[in-house]
Nanobody, 123 residues
Framework: QVQLVESGGGSVEAGGSLRLSCAVS????????MGWFRQAPGKEREGVAL???????TYADTVEGRFTISSDHRKKTLYLEMSSLKPEDTAMYYC?????????????????WGRGTQVTVSS
């Protein structure tokens, strides 16, 4: 059974940094597309960053230049380096995997989801 487990969330002050990790297990082949999504209280889940096997990355406009997505295929781990964090980045962050990366970061393209890790940024 495929499992995605996020870690690395926490509470930081505005301007701080965090590194999220997502460990993938139960899948022999690497997923073509993996990504990070987030959901703030009362808001819809939204795409943050995607990365495909060709190392092509896509970022939401709100995080472009501040967040970096990367992966270690050998370790089957996905990362999200977050810097210059803002209070509006506060959300539950989810890791997801699927066969397709779309520029619009459609949730329905992703088959597997983690349970999330909380990121809280105080002003």
């Amino acid at each position: 059974q495929v499992q995605l487990v996020e870690s690395g969330g926490g509470s930081v002050e505005a301007g701080g940094s965090l590194r999220l990790s997502c460990a993938v297990s139960g899948q022999r082949r690497t997923f073509y597309c993996m990504g990070w999504f987030r959901q703030a209280p009362g808001k819809e889940r939204e795409g943050v960053a995607l990365l495909d096997l060709d190392d092509y990355s896509t970022y939401a406009d709100t995080v472009e230049g501040r967040f970096t997505i990367s992966s270690d295929h050998r370790k089957k781990t996905l990362y999200l380096e977050m810097s210059s964090l803002k209070p509006e980045d506060t959300a539950m962050y989810y890791c997801a995997a699927g066969p397709t990366c779309s520029a619009t970061m459609r949730l329905e393209d992703f088959i597997y989801w983690g349970r999330g890790t909380q990121v809280t940024v105080s002003s």
